[in-house]
Every structure is written in C-alpha cells, then in structure tokens.
C-alpha cells in the first residue's frame, strides 16, 4: 500500500551572512556580506504509513523544524521530493492545508484577543466543517482535554499549557487525518506534558490520526511511538523501532542514590555484588550507578542497595536525546559517518 | 472507524484534490471580529478624539493667522477662501481618523516575527482577510471615532456646507474609496518587511510623508503647478485630497465622476499588485526560510 507520507533525498539550504569582527569588519560586512549556505537539512528520507505515530527526533538545531515546515508547505525544499497523500505540500498549499493539522510548540494559531470558542467558530468557518460534525469533534475535545474551565476566556489569558491544549483542539477540529506537531510540550510543566500525551495517545487510538511528532524530550517519544526518525546534523541517523535503538545503544539508567551514613563506592560496588553495574567514583553521602536496561532491572539494583544501606533519596534518569545520538556514534553503526568531525565524542566512531 | 471521527467519505486521495478558496462569509466573519476586537479597545481611542481636536485646532489657527495677514483686496489663498480652507481642515482630520489603519505594521510585525508562517497553512487569501479586518476596523472607527470626533469639531470651528446638497453623497463614496486605497497601499507597504531589516522605520516614515502627500496638511493648491500635476499621477491624492474637494465643490460634473472613478482605479490596481506582491513574497520567503 502507498504509504501516506512519502519523503525522498529532501534537501534544505539555508543562506546565512557571517557577521565579520570589529567596526572595520562591520564596515565591510555591509559592502559585501559574507554570506554562506547552511545545510539544515540533508539528503532525508522515510516513509510513513496512514495511521502512525511517529517521533522525529534531534538535538536542538538538528532540522527537525525546517523538515516539518517542508512537510506542511511552508517551506520549498531545495531538492528532493514529498508526497502526501498525493499531494505535494508546497505545491498545493492551500487546498493540501485542508487535510493536515499543525502544532507549532513555540506558536500558537488561535486569535490572541479572541476567546477560544471564538478562534474555533472561525476555525470550523474558515474549513467550512458541517455544524453536526463539528459538534461532535469540539465535544470529544472538551472531555478529553478538559477546556471547558477556558473555553470562554481570550486566548492571551492562557498558561502555556491551557494554550497548548487549545493548539492541539484547534489542529484537529476539521478532521484532518494527518497531524504535525513541533515540540508539542516545550515549556510545559509535567502535568501539562502529561496531559498532552495522554491527548495523542486517545487521538492515535480513537481516531487514526497519522502524527508525525518533533521534540527533543524522550519522555514524549517513550510515551507515544513505537517508531522513531532520529536526524542529527540534518540527516538521518536511525529510523527504526524504539526497541531496536535501545538494544543498540544500551539504553543506559542512571542511579543517584542519596545514603543516610556515608559510604565508598568500593563498598557500594560489593553491594550489588556481580550485578552488571558501573559505580562512580565517590566517597561519601551521594553515589551515582550506571547500568543498561538490558542488563538489570532498575528494580533490582535498588533492592540489592536499599536492604543493605539506610537510603534517604532515590532518584533515576534516563539518558537524554544527546547521549542517545552519541551513543550511535559510538557504537559505529551510525548511517551518516561525515558528521563525525564533530565533537570528540563521535571520534572513535 | 469509531464513531466521534469526521469521516472522510469515499476514496482519501480523491477528495484530497478538491476544496477551494474560503468562502465570502467567512471574510464577514473576520471583518465581524475585528469590530468586535477594537469595540474591546475604544477606551483606547477616547484620548484619540482629543489629538485629532488638537490637530484640526492647530491648524484652524495657522491657517487663520495666514488669512489674517493676506495682502488687501485678495480673497484665496491657494484658491481657497477661508470658510472653504476651514472646512478643508476638518474634513480632512475628520477623514484621516476613518480612513486610517494599522495593516502594514501588523502584518510586518507577522512577518518578523515569523507568525505569518501559521497564515501559511490555512485555506484563506491573507491579503482579503487582512483588508476584511481592515474593513471591521473602519466601521468601528466610523462609529466610535469619526462620528464623536466630527461632533466635537464641527460646532467647534465650523464646517460649511457644500455648495450642491448631493456633494454629501459624493463625499462619503469617495471617502469609502478613500479607506480602500489607503488599506491596499499599507497591506503593499507591509509586505516589504519580507525583504526588509527595517521595516518599522519604514513605516513610520511612510506615515508622515503620506500626511504630506494625501493633502491632509496642506492642500495641493498651495503648491506650485508640476507638483499637483505629479500628484494626478499618484495613488496618494485619493486617499484625502480627492474625498476633501468633492465636498467643497471644487470638481463638478464630469471632473467629479473622473475623480471617483480614478479612485476607484488605484483601489483596484492596487489590490491586484498587492496579490502579486503577495505571492511573490511568499515564494520568497518559502524559498528563503524568511
Ligand atoms: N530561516 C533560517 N535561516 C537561516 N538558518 C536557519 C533558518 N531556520 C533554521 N536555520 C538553521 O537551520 C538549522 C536547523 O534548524 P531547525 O530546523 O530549526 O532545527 P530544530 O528544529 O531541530 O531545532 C539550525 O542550524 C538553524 O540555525
Ligand atoms: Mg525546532
């Protein structure tokens, strides 16, 4: 079957002007600027079918932002092609508009000076949506996204995450079957970030939406897809099942046990005996354990520690989307191999 | 497919290819809503009222101390006596406060702020519903700014009436175009915020040369004959000069027609460049990142 997104070798320059040093450069700089092409994004492709939910993920600067913008047909690509549902998003713009829905993070879409109710009338005129149906659509998001507690105040009266859950209403009233959403929890609190998971998990299962989802928070992406696009430098470096990227990259955990008496690592590491554990080195109240999911259970070592030390806190982190990607780098098996002058990290790729 | 979902009928793909530009009741509603927005502000624009008495005060004084001091035996001044210079001044204060809005500064400060990428993305012309917003802010400028600022004026200095009563009439369709040249100009001013660093400054600087140049400082008469000839030529004379001497009388017949019609014609030119500027700069900045 087609699939409902279809991205080939898509390219996207930038032209930048390098500002020059001092007055004199300056001087200089507004004769003749020095200007430079920027690669935001390089040589990308991937396939997405109708009815998935997938995280496109980077560091910030990665090009996820310019990927999406080419996406929605706010940007023409500088070579490479896209289809989407058979349409060509730049191309025809203004009638693809009708079947997508966008989340920009950073941007809200509604009238600030308007209540929200209001920006949604607009909406359903602006898309001309039947009454019934935008009844029934405005309904289901009122109960799942709780807005009737803001539904009548303007829209600069909002916290970010109140505004966030209107985006996401607003992205979706006329019923598009395709979603983009860029940086989707930027700035949200953990409850607001929880809620707007929660919200894409219900519109993934109950109506089908494709979502094609940026972020550079793991917590989204553990939360909601099973497939990920990681792009580093403008290319893609993994596309793959979530669980494939853990089992190459080791999915690392990391422990930070605060003690109640002081102790050394040394003895801390007899502790967990012959667990596949790394301690770090440090004497006294606060020691920090690395470990693989694949290897042992967080449970477990937390066990093994607390039956054996009076503990006062606990606290786990996961690895952030940076150590992921040099954690391909790493292990050599990355499919972009020129983007390894950066950084000392990725030097023994 | 559960049932809260809009469902889309028949082949995907195909109805896909379909749907046009939004319909005309939907620029209604956008023109509704800016009403209703500035209806929100009008306290905003009670201070307004006393700068425009102010303006029209000052330059009631100027031009009557200039009168007052005319050589003995003349009547004009640049053509006009003085009961027709008085009401030149007002009208066209009275004018400026109906004809004029903000377009070119919201939809530059769109542009670098990058907001306008979210117009991008919905199935709307933004040139018409921005001259829709335009238009909702007219009627409530007419409403709520005009009519009290004309109320407060009039008694106050004196406005004569025209010397045909059908001038009335004359003089509020030339105002209506008046406000669409005016608009069509400030939305083709704010497009150049595409390409340039400094359009505030722009904008600003275009504000007092348009003073200048629509006639709402001094009237075109005072001037030498090439300058007024140059001013046919340009948009800018029907924005106030025209509306201002329709009603004082001074095109009559098949001049008057011209003149309206010749309004007419920049309002529509210049919509038509504004499209194109338009998409020429979206091109532009789709091509460019902005
Ligand atoms: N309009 C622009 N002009 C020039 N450079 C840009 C522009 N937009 C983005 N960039 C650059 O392109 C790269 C990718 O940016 P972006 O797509 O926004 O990344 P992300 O969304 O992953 O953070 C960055 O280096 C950024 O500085
Ligand atoms: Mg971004």
């Avoid at chain 1, 009548?152 to 395709?178: F, I, Y």
């Avoid at chain 1, 949200?188 to 972020?215: C, M, N, P, Y």
Wanted: glycine share 8%; net charge neutral.
């Amino acid at each position: 079957m087609e699939p409902l997104i279809r991205v080939e070798n898509l390219c996207k320059d930038y032209q930048v002007t390098r500002r020059r040093e001092g007055v004199w450069g300056g001087v200089v700089d507004l004769v003749k600027p020095r200007r430079e092409i920027l690669r935001a994004v390089d040589d990308v492709s991937f396939e997405i079918p109708a009815g998935e939910m997938v995280g496109y993920i980077g560091a910030n600067g990665a090009g996820k932002s310019t990927t999406i913008k080419m996406l929605t047909g706010i940007l023409t690509p500088t070579s490479g092609h896209v289809s989407v549902g058979g349409l060509v998003p730049w191309r025809d713009r203004t009638h693809y508009t009708r079947h997508i829905g966008a989340v920009f993070g950073q941007r809200t879409q509604l009238w600030w000076d308007l209540a929200v109710i209001e920006s949604f009338h607009l909406l359903r005129k602006i898309y001309e949506v039947e009454e019934g149906a935008y009844r029934k659509q405005l309904d289901l998001f009122r109960e799942l996204l709780g807005l009737d507690e803001f539904l009548h105040q303007p829209v600069r009266k909002l916290s970010l995450g109140q505004r966030m859950r209107c985006d996401l209403a607003a992205a979706l009233l006329h019923g598009p079957r395709l979603l983009f959403l860029d940086e989707p929890t930027i700035g949200l609190d953990v409850v607001a970030k929880e809620s707007v998971r929660v919200f894409l998990r219900e519109i993934r299962d109950q109506l089908g939406v494709t979502v094609l989802l940026t972020t550079h928070d793991l917590g989204d992406i553990q939360q909601l897809c099973r497939r990920i696009v990681i792009i580093d430098h403008g290319k893609v470096i993994f596309d793959g099942e979530i669980d494939e990227l853990r089992s190459r990259v080791g999915d690392r955990i990391k422990l930070t046990i605060e003690l109640r008496e002081a102790a050394t690592s040394a003895s801390l590491a007899d502790v967990t005996g012959t667990m596949p554990v790394i301690w770090r080195a440090g004497d006294g109240l606060v020691h920090e354990v690395e470990f693989s999911r694949r290897d042992v259970r967080s449970a477990e070592v937390i066990r093994a520690v607390v039956n054996d030390r009076p503990v006062h806190d606990l606290r786990i982190e996961e690895q952030d989307i940076e150590e992921i990607v040099r954690g391909i780098y790493r292990r050599g098996d990355a499919k972009a191999t020129d983007a390894a002058d950066e950084g000392q990290e990725a030097g023994d790729a | 497919m559960p049932e809260t979902a809009i469902t889309v009928p028949g082949n995907e793909f195909e109805r896909w290819r379909r749907g046009g530009a939004a319909t005309a009741g939907l620029y209604v509603s956008f023109a509704r809503l800016a009403f209703l927005k500035f209806l929100a502000y009008r306290l905003r624009y009670y201070t307004g009222v006393v700068s425009y008495t102010v303006f029209v005060a000052g330059n009631y004084y100027l031009f009557t101390a200039l009168f007052a001091s005319r050589p003995a035996g003349e009547e004009l001044i640049g053509g006009l006596t003085l009961a027709q210079m008085i009401s030149y001044v007002i009208l066209s204060w009275v004018g400026r406060s109906f004809t004029f809005n903000n377009i070119d500064r919201t939809l530059a400060q769109q542009v670098v702020q990058g907001e306008i990428a979210l117009q991008l993305i919905k199935p709307f012309h933004v040139q018409t519903v921005m001259l829709s917003e335009a238009l909702g802010e007219a009627l409530f400028r007419l409403l709520m700014f005009t009519a009290p600022i004309l109320l407060v004026v009039v008694p106050l200095f004196g406005l004569s009436s025209p010397p045909d009563p059908a001038l009335y009439g004359w003089t509020v369709l030339s105002f209506a175009l008046a406000f669409l040249v005016n608009a069509q100009l400030n939305f083709l001013v704010g497009c150049l915020a595409f390409y340039l660093k400094n359009i505030i400054g722009v904008i600003r600087a275009k504000m007092v040369i348009m003073e200048f140049l629509t006639g709402v400082l001094v009237p075109f008469t005072f001037f030498p004959a090439w300058f007024q000839s140059a001013m046919e030529w340009l948009p800018f004379q029907a924005i106030s000069y025209v509306p201002v001497t329709v009603y004082l009388g001074l095109r009559t017949g098949h001049d008057l027609i011209i003149s309206l019609i010749v309004q007419a014609a920049w309002a529509l030119g210049l919509f038509v460049l504004g499209r194109l500027l338009w998409s020429v700069s979206v091109k532009h900045v789709t091509l460019q990142g902005g």
